[in-house]
């Protein structure tokens, strides 16, 4: 980039700054200090250093350190395992791969320790065995490759749209049919890129939905079945209908008015719901090595299960089906 005459005295670190957004300015200083950013050829390390009208910058970003992540051993709610499978009940709060902030602790790291060297490493070294995941907040079923084999052909079930998905959602309001079906492109948002929302030139998305419950028209329980799978792809979809999942810290950040037609205490209780309440309940698939199908089936956790139980004491079992 060639520094204009308006840029004239600035300090370089801001100057930089205002013309790649997509690094904030303590990132620049700190790469400057590295040694990455070069005037005419030249290295510059003095962030305060004033612009050069006509002078050529180059800012070249190192590509990130991955860290290979290590076993870890934790307790893992197994529901089944052969020598190419496990399908797992991921409680919520786990993150299921390494990424900046959550280098230990991750699924990955408990299915390295538990696995013993067995899972393939498609995907790079941080992601091995993994087809597909769930966020960090979202409990329920997940399947995991134990061999190549494995990963190639539930990898080619996910992009062919051959298995069953379905979720349960608290959802604030109540919607106006029965069964309906969203169909939206999603990818990330404009302005906050830590979120993703339905824009024009996003990812084709479509999520099928049915109502369970209503709790007057303040709550509704949802199942909802994807078509697609995109990321946030459910909480993005039923903030976008007006129905935002209860507890959502990014597509829920205010009280919504259907709470006021609830009791206080009862309203209070699903407002300090610390999470999404969105959980994975069932996934069935064509066995990638066998061909046999299997379905699996997981009710929400105990602090989910007693919000559901709150707003409806007389369920006895949780229902799941879109049918």
Not at 78 to 97: C, N, Q
Not at 239 to 268: K, Q, T, W
């Given at each position: 980039?060639?520094?204009?005459g308006?840029?004239?005295?600035?300090?370089?670190?801001?100057?930089?700054?205002?013309?790649?957004?997509?690094?904030?300015?303590?990132?620049?200083?700190?790469?400057?200090?590295?040694?990455?950013?070069?005037?005419?050829?030249?290295?510059?390390r003095?962030?305060?250093?004033?612009?050069?009208?006509?002078?050529?910058?180059?800012?070249?970003?190192?590509?990130?350190?991955r860290?290979?992540?290590?076993?870890?051993?934790?307790?893992?709610?197994?529901?089944?395992?052969?020598?190419?499978?496990i399908?797992?009940?991921?409680?919520?709060g786990?993150?299921?791969?390494?990424?900046?902030?959550?280098?230990?602790?991750?699924?990955?790291?408990?299915?390295?320790?538990h696995?013993?060297?067995?899972?393939?490493?498609?995907?790079?070294?941080?992601?091995?065995?993994?087809?597909?995941?769930?966020?960090?907040?979202?409990?329920?079923?997940?399947?995991?490759?134990?061999t190549?084999?494995?990963?190639?052909?539930?990898?080619?079930?996910?992009?062919?749209?051959?298995l069953?998905?379905?979720?349960?959602?608290?959802?604030?309001?109540?919607p106006?049919?029965?069964?309906?079906?969203?169909?939206?492109?999603?990818?990330?948002?404009?302005?906050?890129?830590?979120?993703m929302?339905v824009?024009?030139?996003?990812?084709?998305?479509?999520?099928?939905v049915?109502?369970?419950?209503?709790?007057?028209?303040?709550?509704?329980?949802?199942?909802?079945?994807?078509?697609?799978?995109?990321?946030?792809?459910?909480?993005?979809?039923?903030?976008?209908?007006?129905?935002?999942?209860?507890?959502?810290?990014?597509?829920?950040?205010?009280?919504?008015?259907?709470?006021?037609?609830?009791?206080?205490?009862?309203?209070?209780?699903?407002?300090?719901?610390?999470?999404?309440?969105?959980?994975?309940?069932?996934?069935?698939?064509?066995?990638?090595v066998?061909?046999?199908?299997?379905?699996?089936?997981?009710?929400?956790?105990?602090?989910?299960?007693?919000l559901?139980?709150?707003?409806w004491?007389?369920?006895?079992?949780?229902?799941?089906?879109?049918?």
């Amino acid at each position: 980039m060639v520094a204009d005459g308006g840029a004239a005295n600035q300090r370089l670190d801001r100057w930089l700054a205002s013309v790649v957004a997509e690094l904030s300015r303590s990132r620049i200083k700190a790469l400057i200090e590295a040694g990455h950013v070069r005037r005419d050829g030249a290295t510059v390390r003095d962030p305060a250093e004033p612009v050069r009208p006509g002078a050529r910058y180059v800012l070249a970003v190192p590509p990130p350190a991955r860290a290979k992540p290590l076993p870890q051993r934790m307790d893992l709610s197994i529901l089944y395992e052969d020598a190419d499978l496990i399908v797992l009940d991921k409680p919520a709060g786990l993150v299921v791969h390494p990424a900046p902030g959550n280098l230990e602790g991750t699924l990955v790291n408990a299915l390295l320790a538990h696995a013993e060297g067995e899972l393939p490493v498609i995907g790079g070294e941080g992601r091995p065995g993994i087809v597909h995941r769930l966020d960090k907040d979202t409990s329920g079923v997940m399947v995991v490759a134990k061999t190549d084999r494995a990963h190639q052909g539930l990898a080619r079930a996910f992009a062919a749209r051959a298995l069953e998905r379905t979720y349960l959602a608290l959802a604030w309001g109540v919607p106006g049919e029965q069964a309906f079906r969203i169909e939206a492109p999603i990818g990330r948002h404009p302005v906050d890129r830590k979120r993703m929302a339905v824009v024009p030139r996003g990812r084709p998305a479509a999520t099928r939905v049915r109502l369970l419950r209503a709790h007057g028209t303040a709550v509704s329980l949802l199942a909802c079945r994807l078509e697609t799978g995109r990321t946030h792809q459910i909480r993005v979809h039923l903030a976008h209908a007006g129905h935002p999942i209860v507890g959502d810290p990014l597509y829920c950040r205010r009280l919504p008015a259907a709470a006021r037609s609830l009791p206080a205490e009862l309203a209070a209780r699903l407002a300090g719901f610390p999470r999404q309440a969105l959980h994975a309940a069932t996934l069935a698939f064509a066995h990638p090595v066998t061909g046999a199908l299997l379905r699996f089936e997981t009710p929400p956790p105990p602090d989910l299960g007693a919000l559901v139980n709150a707003l409806w004491p007389e369920l006895t079992e949780i229902p799941t089906s879109l049918v």
